[in-house]
């Protein structure tokens, strides 16, 4: 009989004036019998609504049956089956507005814990995996960290079976290389950066997605035989028609939406003044959280985060552990129709984040050496919906306030660098700089595929995977349908 339990098995997790000074992992993961109590409260229905809930189709009443019976290492197979990154997932993605949205507990009580199980599932199996063999483990974890740095150049010589190009090795490049590697596909990815995961290892933050965990992912696609390349820009180093001149029979392009977008407002380019993609980056990826490392990052004494998604839940939790007394989350619409999950923001708040809602910066003002001293608003309020559906922000005259500030991160949105596009003829983009696709993955050139937050724009991490299994699926046909054009 189901566990019949209205509440979601409490996630147990760090005291918040104790989390927002460090950057260890907040939320600290099931016990075994948590883990065994929440599975249980599945009711195993006959059209499992949950799975449609899902972009990459989990197999959940499957994974959660096995969880249920204690066969956490089963579970974690039959995820992995549609799911390249569960560890990830488990972590970070909005499981309220998919699965478990649709979960039908939450009708009357609070849905399964979804994710919460997916994350026990997937920890619980790699460390099994670390504990059979800790040497290799070891070496496999510290070779992903270090993320290809002593690999060799590329070189197309030598190469046995039909290869595909992956350009980008974020969620949706590495969900596209794991599926194709596994029909039988010789799969490059090529990374801009020295390090692999794109937005997973350079804009997440470790307290809520250690770097380790992507690790070991990585490193299980390349035991899978997935070559990861780094240091390879596409589009400088090679043009995407030359990895096709290499011998690429299609190229899948998942190189995400990593150019900030600005306000255009006076004194954003005062010193103090970051994108959050700088911010970001120079936080995780270039590890300025760490004392062992030398990287210069300014949090101040007072920061203002301009946005309202998860990227500024991110940025303003950041510059609270890095030392900054007072940090704002300024937002000009209400806190209703904020984008950032439900979970970040309750977070943020624990942690002591002051949130500003209906205010919009209108002014950055400096010093005379050019710092930034503090920041001029407005109050807004709501009038007629916009395109997005969402009542559009208007300002209320005579509503200026100044808010001191010595540091400023704009979290308003990125848009895909238009590196790619510049350097592919053929390959068509909208007004916005987004490869403009078909289907969801089928480009405006022939054996070219893209997806993920270079065709959506800015996006989670679960739609970019779902749009990398889908690319696979679609570059599997085309390959096959060139093949018996050829016999």
Do not use: W
């Amino acid at each position: 009989m189901p566990n019949m339990q209205k509440e979601k098995t409490a996630m147990p997790e760090q005291l918040p004036d104790v989390r927002n000074k460090n950057f260890s992992e907040v939320a600290l993961g099931y016990s075994e019998e948590q883990a065994l109590n929440e599975a249980q409260r599945c009711l195993h229905c006959k059209n499992a609504p949950c799975v449609t809930g899902c972009p990459v189709s989990v197999r959940i009443p499957e994974f959660l049956a096995l969880a249920a019976k204690g066969d956490f290492v089963g579970a974690y197979h039959v995820i992995k089956s549609t799911n390249s990154l569960p560890a990830v997932c488990g972590r970070v993605c909005p499981q309220e507005t998919q699965c478990e949205g649709k979960c039908v507990r939450g009708i009357k009580g609070e849905p399964v814990g979804i994710g919460r199980l997916e994350r026990f599932c997937a920890d619980r199996a790699m460390k099994l995996m670390k504990e059979k063999s800790p040497d290799e483990s070891e070496g496999a974890t510290n070779s992903a960290e270090d993320s290809c740095i002593e690999k060799k150049a590329f070189t197309s010589e030598g190469d046995d079976g039909i290869k595909v190009a992956v350009i980008g090795s974020g969620p949706a490049g590495l969900s596209c290389a794991g599926d194709l590697s596994s029909r039988g596909y010789k799969v490059t990815v090529f990374e801009a950066l020295h390090k692999a995961g794109g937005v997973l290892v350079y804009g997440i933050p470790e307290f809520r997605l250690p770097k380790d965990i992507v690790a070991s992912e990585i490193k299980e696609l390349e035991k899978k035989g997935v070559d990861i390349q780094c240091n390879m820009v596409i589009g400088k180093v090679l043009s995407i028609d030359e990895l096709f001149d290499a011998g690429f029979k299609a190229v899948f392009v998942s190189t995400g939406a990593g150019l900030p977008r600005f306000m255009g407002i006076e004194g954003e380019n005062s010193n103090g003044v970051y994108s959050a993609n700088e911010f970001l980056t120079r936080v995780n990826l270039m590890k300025a959280y760490r004392s062992d490392y030398g990287t210069p990052v300014r949090a101040g004494k007072a920061v203002a985060v301009v946005g309202g998604g998860n990227v500024a839940m991110d940025a303003a939790r950041c510059a609270k552990r890095l030392g900054a007394e007072k940090v704002y989350v300024i937002y000009r619409r209400s806190e209703a129709e904020m984008p950032a999950r439900r979970e970040e923001i309750h977070h943020a708040k624990e942690e002591g984040i002051d949130f500003r809602f209906l205010t919009n910066p209108v002014r950055i003002n400096a010093d005379e050496k050019g710092n930034c001293r503090f920041i001029t608003c407005v109050r807004m309020e709501l009038g007629e919906p916009d395109e997005s559906g969402r009542r559009r922000p208007v300002a209320v005259d005579g509503s200026e306030y100044d808010i001191d500030v010595d540091t400023v991160i704009i979290a308003v949105g990125t848009v895909p660098n238009p590196l790619i596009r510049m350097t592919t003829p053929g390959l068509d983009t909208d007004r916005h700089g987004c490869i403009i696709t078909s289907d969801g993955v089928t480009t405006t050139k022939q054996g070219v595929y893209a997806g993920g937050d270079a065709v959506t724009g800015a996006a989670t991490v679960i739609l970019a995977m779902g749009a990398g299994r889908q690319a696979a699926q679609k570059i599997d046909e085309y390959i096959k349908g060139l093949s018996k054009k050829t016999e």
